[in-house]
């Protein structure tokens, strides 16, 4: 397909018809490229040339630009492919849990499958995500995954279970309950938040976040109060307000759970904060493998809006508010905030160089407050009890409680709520700790992006500071657990082969370091000399040191903490 120019290549019907239905009167909002190259993918498989032309004419944007956009999303093909296609997830946690026995089940059984990166559904591992283009289009996830829940389309899933004790916050309404319904939200406490904000005011409701303490949870740990304070006292408006629920750290499932179990509590968070940092508009970026929290948010969205919550003078309090969901479309990359706000209007998801910060320059240029889902929802008990009781809980550097994914070889894999400062063992404990007759090897904290401890870090309090002291992160909230039949060889090379893939390559250490990286650990696993100990310490410290965003300053984390747990000896054997 020629990248300058339109060509005459044009629409199907069908292709008209998914354009047409998407952009509904929106007529040359470039923002709405990526929901319309949703639309074409969904309805036909795959986005053709004559569909992209149509598109790029009723938006008004370049073809160059717009197969720029097409070609950078994974779950996008611009070439002809059947309307069905399997996404098996061969991530670690899923390795963990047979998906390489899994993957090799499907070639042998002639089904056609494509290798996924971590698909979220780590503690119901291994996962896989259906996907089958219609007019109908369907998106299941389907975890656990095997050749049988696979060809009996059985979804295979099982709730996660949850633990808290008295400390509970977050996950009070993720087991009981209907999701779908606002009745039954509000029957529960749900929106009296809101109202309570309404009441203090904007300022108040900034003040008390600010006396939470409450970091940011989306892997940063940035002060949620001095960012919302920041936003709001921006001249120029209009205000944005963004929800980042990207989630595609592997080994992260927390904000896929409160999306699919606690909707309404996402959006009235998303309403609170916007309420305080005077945004009008919110956007919730949500990853394009949670098929089931799209709609669930939707859902609330339609009911929130048909209630007075959303919308114009909400409850009359004078403030007006809308969401919009934005699905991605299979870019980790798109997590980052900037990143993420050029995928909103329409551009290659590639992040942009700091400052300027979101604060001050954000979406489409404006102000804009971006935080993480478990961030925003521990707004309505802030605004509800105080910033001070929430700050009762945890630690003086650490407030609050804190989501923990456990995964891999741990015997009850899902989603704990601890208060900060729980230590670690004790969360491992919480889950089971390794299957019968096995010992734990390493846990992998924070995610691909955070980095491997060996047992004795079980005694660590599970605090921004211990973490930071051990020279480790708590990241996204990742725990996942190895014992001792996993090779973590292995394990390592596939976060590796992860970073080398999703890379953006716009900067060059990044781009051509994730690719040594991962060359040098294939060489490794081979054979260990101390030339590739030395070059993978030296493409580390490039990588960190010159790279534009945090993947490539954190792409080497995992990599260098295995050594030093020696997974690789760092003496030659040859
Ligand atoms: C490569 C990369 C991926 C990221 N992915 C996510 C993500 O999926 N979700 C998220 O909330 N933050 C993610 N972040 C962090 C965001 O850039 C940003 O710091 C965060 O959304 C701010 O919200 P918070 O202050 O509530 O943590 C990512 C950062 C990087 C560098
Ligand atoms: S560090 Fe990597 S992901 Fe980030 S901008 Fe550079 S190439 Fe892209």
Request: with cysteine.
């Amino acid at each position: 397909m020629p990248d300058l120019h339109f060509t005459s290549a044009a629409p199907t019907l069908e292709e008209r018809d998914a354009v047409d239905a998407c952009i509904a009167g929106r007529e040359g909002e470039r923002s709405l490229l990526l929901p319309v190259l949703h639309a074409i993918n969904d309805r036909v498989g795959w986005i053709g040339e004559g569909a992209l032309n149509y598109a790029c004419e009723r938006l008004s944007v370049a073809p160059a630009e717009a197969f720029g956009v097409a070609t950078f999303y994974s779950m996008f093909s611009i070439k002809p492919r059947s309307p069905e296609v399997l996404h098996v997830c061969d991530d670690i946690a899923c390795r963990c849990a047979g998906a390489e026995r899994l993957c090799r089940d499907l070639e042998e059984a002639n089904v056609a499958f494509t290798r996924s990166p971590c698909l979220g559904l780590c503690d119901r591992a291994p996962a896989a995500l259906y996907a089958h283009a219609g007019p109908s289009p369907v998106h299941k996830q389907i975890a656990p995954a095997s050749l049988e829940t696979l060809r009996s389309s059985s979804d295979g899933v099982t709730a996660a279970p949850h633990i808290g004790g008295s400390t509970i916050r977050l996950l009070q309404r993720v087991s009981s309950g209907d999701p779908e319904s606002l009745d039954d939200y509000r029957s529960r406490g749900g929106y009296q938040a809101l109202r309570k904000a309404f009441e203090l005011g904007a300022q108040r409701a900034i003040e008390e976040t600010i006396a939470s303490n409450l970091l940011g949870r989306g892997g940063a740990a940035f002060p949620t109060g001095r960012k919302m304070q920041a936003v709001a006292a921006q001249a120029a408006q209009p205000h944005y307000l963004v929800c980042n629920a990207d989630e595609s750290e592997p080994g992260t499932f927390k904000d896929r759970v409160l999306m699919e179990r606690d909707p309404f509590a996402v959006i009235e968070a998303m309403t609170i904060a916007a309420f305080a940092a005077g945004c009008e508009r919110g956007f919730i970026y949500v990853r394009g493998e949670y098929p089931l929290a799209a709609h669930r948010l939707q859902t609330a969205i339609d009911a929130a809006r048909a209630q007075d919550l959303l919308g114009r003078d909400i409850l009359a309090s004078g403030f007006s508010f809308d969401v919009e969901i934005r699905r991605g479309a299979g870019a980790y990359i798109c997590g980052e905030e900037t990143a993420l706000f050029n995928s909103i209007e329409g551009k290659r998801g590639e992040p942009r160089s700091k400052p300027p910060f979101p604060v001050e320059i954000g979406l489409f240029g404006k102000p804009t407050l971006i935080n993480n889902v478990e961030t925003l929802a521990n707004l309505p008990h802030i605004v509800l009890h105080g910033g001070a009781a929430f700050a009762a809980v945890g630690t003086k550097g650490s407030a609050g409680t804190r989501l923990f994914c456990l995964s891999g070889t741990v015997r009850r894999p899902g989603l704990y709520e601890v208060a900060h400062g729980t230590t670690l063992g004790e969360v491992v404990d919480m889950a089971g700790g390794v299957p019968d007759g096995r010992t734990l090897q390493a846990i992998l904290l924070g995610g691909a992006a955070g980095s491997f401890v060996g047992p004795a870090a079980l005694a660590m309090p599970l605090t921004f500071e211990d973490a930071r002291a051990a020279e480790a992160t708590l990241g996204s909230g990742v725990v996942m657990l190895f014992d001792d039949s996993i090779d973590l060889t292995d394990i390592v090379k596939r976060v590796a082969r992860f970073f080398r893939e999703e890379s953006c390559g716009q900067c060059v250490p990044c781009r051509v370091g994730t690719v040594r990286q991962d060359e040098a650990l294939e060489r490794l696993a081979q054979r260990v000399t101390p030339d590739d100990i030395a070059l993978l310490n030296d493409i580390g410290r490039a990588m960190r040191d010159a790279s534009i965003c945090g993947l490539g300053q954190t792409a080497a984390n995992a990599i260098a903490s295995a050594a030093t747990l020696r997974v690789f000896p760092t003496e030659a054997t040859t």
